[in-house]
């Protein structure tokens, strides 16, 4: 949970931040699919990384533990698995909040107010 509110919180103010720069692709016709695949997709893409390097990271650390452990297995890909999806589907879920806020915006308020 903890993860889903520090990804959703990075995203929201990437979104706050480049608020004009997609108010301008809206307003020159971007879709909004175009949007929400511009911000989950720099949002998501550290994820997978992090994902990634989690996944070896907690191999590794499987591994060293079952030498100094009596009775822990060196890798459960099983939970490992499941604890991936369930980071990458809490992640898709806080990018997709700002993204979906991100389109609904009206160029022309956006950029009068800059």
């Given at each position: 949970m903890l993860a889903g509110v520090g990804i959703y919180g990075?995203?929201?103010l990437f979104v706050s931040q480049r608020g004009r720069e997609i108010a301008v692709r809206l307003a020159?016709?971007?879709?909004?699919?175009?949007?929400?695949?511009?911000?989950?997709g720099q949002g998501l893409s550290p994820v997978l990384v992090g994902l990634g390097l989690g996944a070896l990271?907690?191999?590794?650390?499987?591994?060293?533990?079952?030498a100094m452990l009596f009775g822990v297995g060196a890798v459960d890909p099983a939970t490992l698995l499941a604890v991936g999806l369930v980071l990458f589907a809490v992640a898709a879920l806080a990018c997709l909040l700002p993204a979906r806020r991100a389109t609904r915006v009206e160029p022309a308020r956006v950029l009068a107010d800059g």
């Open positions: 990075v995203i929201s020159l016709g971007a879709s909004a699919r175009d949007v929400i695949r511009l911000v989950a990271g907690a191999f590794g650390a499987g591994r060293a533990l079952s």
